[in-house]
Protein backbone atom coordinates (compact mmCIF):
# COMPACT_ATOMS: atom_id res chain seq x y z
CA UNK A 1 0.00 0.00 0.00
CA UNK A 2 1.54 2.89 -0.99
CA UNK A 3 1.40 5.89 1.56
CA UNK A 4 -0.46 8.93 0.94
CA UNK A 5 1.22 12.59 0.48
CA UNK A 6 2.88 13.34 3.65
CA UNK A 7 2.35 10.26 5.27
CA UNK A 8 5.90 8.69 6.38
CA UNK A 9 5.82 5.74 8.08
CA UNK A 10 9.46 5.98 9.89
CA UNK A 11 10.14 2.30 12.44
CA UNK A 12 7.57 3.03 14.88
CA UNK A 13 6.94 7.07 14.00
CA UNK A 14 4.37 8.04 11.81
CA UNK A 15 5.53 11.32 10.79
CA UNK A 16 3.36 13.50 9.22
CA UNK A 17 -0.79 13.92 8.52
CA UNK A 18 -2.96 10.85 7.85
CA UNK A 19 -5.09 11.28 5.08
CA UNK A 20 -8.37 9.23 3.58
CA UNK A 21 -11.10 9.48 1.07
CA UNK A 22 -14.42 10.84 2.40
CA UNK A 23 -16.32 9.22 0.08
CA UNK A 24 -20.60 8.87 0.23
CA UNK A 25 -21.42 5.59 0.00
CA UNK A 26 -23.07 2.57 2.21
CA UNK A 27 -19.60 1.39 3.51
CA UNK A 28 -17.94 4.62 4.11
CA UNK A 29 -15.90 4.73 7.44
CA UNK A 30 -15.03 8.63 7.66
CA UNK A 31 -16.81 12.05 5.98
CA UNK A 32 -18.62 15.12 7.45
CA UNK A 33 -22.24 15.68 7.84
CA UNK A 34 -24.37 18.67 8.82
CA UNK A 35 -25.68 19.34 11.80
CA UNK A 36 -28.63 21.78 10.56
CA UNK A 37 -29.33 24.93 12.61
CA UNK A 38 -32.23 24.28 15.40
CA UNK A 39 -31.41 20.66 15.58
CA UNK A 40 -30.02 18.97 18.15
CA UNK A 41 -28.84 15.76 16.15
CA UNK A 42 -28.30 14.15 12.83
CA UNK A 43 -28.14 10.46 11.39
CA UNK A 44 -25.04 9.01 9.71
CA UNK A 45 -25.88 5.92 7.23
CA UNK A 46 -22.71 3.69 6.99
CA UNK A 47 -22.97 -0.50 7.20
CA UNK A 48 -19.62 -0.33 8.49
CA UNK A 49 -20.35 1.19 11.95
CA UNK A 50 -21.03 -1.93 15.00
CA UNK A 51 -21.70 -1.88 18.88
CA UNK A 52 -18.17 -1.54 19.55
CA UNK A 53 -16.66 1.04 16.76
CA UNK A 54 -15.10 3.53 18.23
CA UNK A 55 -16.12 6.85 16.47
CA UNK A 56 -14.13 10.07 16.42
CA UNK A 57 -15.71 13.39 15.96
CA UNK A 58 -14.13 17.20 15.11
CA UNK A 59 -16.63 20.49 14.60
CA UNK A 60 -15.53 22.30 11.43
CA UNK A 61 -17.24 25.28 11.71
CA UNK A 62 -17.44 28.07 14.74
CA UNK A 63 -20.34 27.62 17.07
CA UNK A 64 -21.96 29.97 19.29
CA UNK A 65 -20.76 30.17 23.17
CA UNK A 66 -23.14 31.18 25.64
CA UNK A 67 -21.33 30.28 28.55
CA UNK A 68 -17.49 30.48 26.95
CA UNK A 69 -17.21 27.05 26.17
CA UNK A 70 -18.70 25.67 22.67
CA UNK A 71 -21.42 22.58 23.31
CA UNK A 72 -19.70 18.97 23.29
CA UNK A 73 -20.39 16.75 20.20
CA UNK A 74 -20.97 12.90 20.91
CA UNK A 75 -22.57 9.70 19.56
CA UNK A 76 -25.86 9.55 20.89
CA UNK A 77 -26.83 5.86 19.47
CA UNK A 78 -25.42 3.33 17.11
CA UNK A 79 -27.94 0.80 15.51
CA UNK A 80 -25.06 -1.60 14.39
CA UNK A 81 -24.58 -2.34 10.53
CA UNK A 82 -26.80 0.19 10.07
CA UNK A 83 -26.31 3.86 11.05
CA UNK A 84 -25.29 5.86 14.37
CA UNK A 85 -26.46 9.82 15.65
CA UNK A 86 -24.56 12.42 16.45
CA UNK A 87 -25.91 15.20 18.54
CA UNK A 88 -24.99 17.84 21.19
CA UNK A 89 -24.03 16.49 24.28
CA UNK A 90 -26.77 18.98 26.45
CA UNK A 91 -29.66 18.32 23.70
CA UNK A 92 -29.82 22.02 22.87
CA UNK A 93 -29.51 23.28 19.57
CA UNK A 94 -27.53 26.05 17.36
CA UNK A 95 -30.15 28.27 15.87
CA UNK A 96 -28.58 30.68 13.47
CA UNK A 97 -26.26 28.15 12.10
CA UNK A 98 -25.39 24.91 10.67
CA UNK A 99 -22.04 23.32 11.92
CA UNK A 100 -20.29 21.04 9.95
CA UNK A 101 -19.40 16.93 12.33
CA UNK A 102 -16.37 15.73 10.53
CA UNK A 103 -16.30 11.71 11.58
CA UNK A 104 -13.84 8.91 11.53
CA UNK A 105 -15.14 5.42 12.45
CA UNK A 106 -12.40 2.77 13.80
CA UNK A 107 -12.81 -0.97 14.16
CA UNK A 108 -11.91 -2.51 18.18
CA UNK A 109 -12.14 -6.31 16.81
CA UNK A 110 -10.42 -8.08 14.62
Known amino acids: MK ?11 LRGPLSTLATSAANQWAGRTVLAS ?3 TVAVSTNLVQADSLI ?19 VKSINP ?3 F ?6 G ?13 IARTGP
Open 3 to 13: AGQGEQIYGAT
Open 38 to 40: NAA
Open 56 to 74: FTSVQAHVNQASGAATPIE
Open 81 to 83: GNH
Open 85 to 90: ILGTSD
Open 92 to 104: STWADRATTIMWM
